[in-house]
Structures are given as structure tokens and as C-alpha cells.
């Protein structure tokens, strides 16, 4: 699978995250128990333990931890769980609800790691057309250097692969929120992803 040949797809805004920068705050989750019950407070504990089990990590575990630790979230459509074709939940969200499609794994994914200090310009998210599931697909690619090869963190895969192990997947397009270049190094200008717009907006104010 040749993602890294695909054109990147950016955001202009570079300076962009605010959330959290750490384990979910006893605000949020004061917050979360009024509005789901005790249960989701729990939740919420497992994966701030799962980031402080992370922290001193290699990278490499680091993605192998969080995505064996999201990808037991049970998968639910967009249509059953929100009444939407393509709703993009917060982190929050996601853990709250406790179901999600790929978009949302991906989402967690990227923040998790973001927060445990991976790079974030070597993660994008990759859409991907799927040999095995007549849907569409997303997963989250790292690449280690812009030139790798990446592996890929897939919510219907334990194993983090390189991508030319994922023989089922054909990759559509890349982006990376944090990157504003083509895989050259040229500059883009492409405006922005309307879709990360209005997530990291609900992102910043700990949408729930």
C-alpha cells in the first residue's frame, strides 16, 4: 500500500491543540457522570491509568497500548449512533458513548498519542478502501519519517502493520492537521478540513 505516494491533504492552522494536554480532568469527569451515569467515570479512570501506563514507553508501544486499549470500544455506525451519515465524535465522546465507527478510533488515537508526546506531525489520518468491509474506512498512519514506510492502527486489526502488509487496504487520501506540505515538501494551500474545524472546536470546550 503506497500511502506514502499519496498527496497530503493539510490544515493551514498550525498552533492548534488544546486538549487536555493530559489525563481527563476530575472537572470533565464531574461533568460526565451528571450527564451519563457513574459507569462513564470508570471509563474515564481506565484510560487516564492506560496514558500513565504509556507514558515511558517507546513509541512504538506507546501505538501498540493505545490501540489495543480504544479497540475495545465496540464499533457502532454514525446512523445508529448519533442519527447522522458521518459524525465525527471527540475523544470524549467516543469514551463516553463507548461505541464509535473508524473516524472516531482514529480521533482518540491521534489525541492519546499527541498527549503521550509522539509527534504529531507523523500521525494522518488515511482514509482507505477496504477489500473486506463495504463501507468507508479510516485508519490512523505513522510514519516515522516522511519517507517511511507507515504502520497502521486499524480498529478492525490488533496488530499494528506496515502498510504493505495491509494488502486489504488501498489508501484514498492522507491528511495531517499540522503539516502544510505535499510529500515533496512543497507548500500547500488547500484551506482547511471542515470536519476537524467543527471537532476541534467541540475538542477545546470537552464536548461530551
Not at 82 to 99: H, I, M, S, V
Amino acid at each position: 500500500m503506497q500511502i506514502s505516494k499519496l498527496l497530503i491533504l493539510t490544515l493551514l492552522s498550525i498552533n492548534i491543540f488544546a486538549f487536555n494536554d493530559g489525563p481527563i480532568s476530575a472537572e470533565v469527569m464531574k461533568k460526565a457522570e451528571r450527564k451519563y451515569g457513574g459507569l462513564i467515570v470508570s471509563r474515564f479512570l481506565k484510560y487516564n491509568k492506560m496514558l500513565e501506563q504509556a507514558e515511558q514507553l517507546s513509541v512504538r508501544n506507546k501505538l501498540q497500548l493505545v490501540n489495543n486499549f480504544l479497540n475495545q470500544i465496540p464499533y457502532k455506525s454514525d446512523i445508529k449512533n448519533w442519527k447522522q451519515e458521518d459524525y465525527w465524535a471527540t475523544p470524549l465522546e467516543f469514551l463516553a458513548r463507548g461505541k464509535g465507527d473508524s473516524e472516531d478510533y482514529v480521533i482518540a488515537k491521534y489525541f492519546a498519542l499527541y498527549t503521550l508526546g509522539v509527534n504529531s506531525k507523523k500521525l494522518y489520518f488515511t482514509y482507505v478502501d477496504s477489500s473486506t468491509f463495504n463501507r468507508p474506512h479510516m485508519v490512523l498512519s505513522y510514519f516515522e519519517t516522511p519517507a517511511s514506510e507507515p504502520y497502521i492502527l486499524d480498529n478492525m486489526n490488533k496488530e499494528i502493520l506496515s502498510a504493505s502488509d495491509r494488502s486489504d487496504l488501498s489508501p484514498v487520501y492522507n491528511f495531517n492537521p499540522n503539516v502544510v506540505q505535499d510529500k515533496e515538501g512543497k507548500e500547500l494551500q488547500l484551506g482547511t478540513h471542515k470536519k476537524w474545524e467543527k471537532l476541534y472546536k467541540r475538542v477545546k470546550r470537552n464536548k461530551l
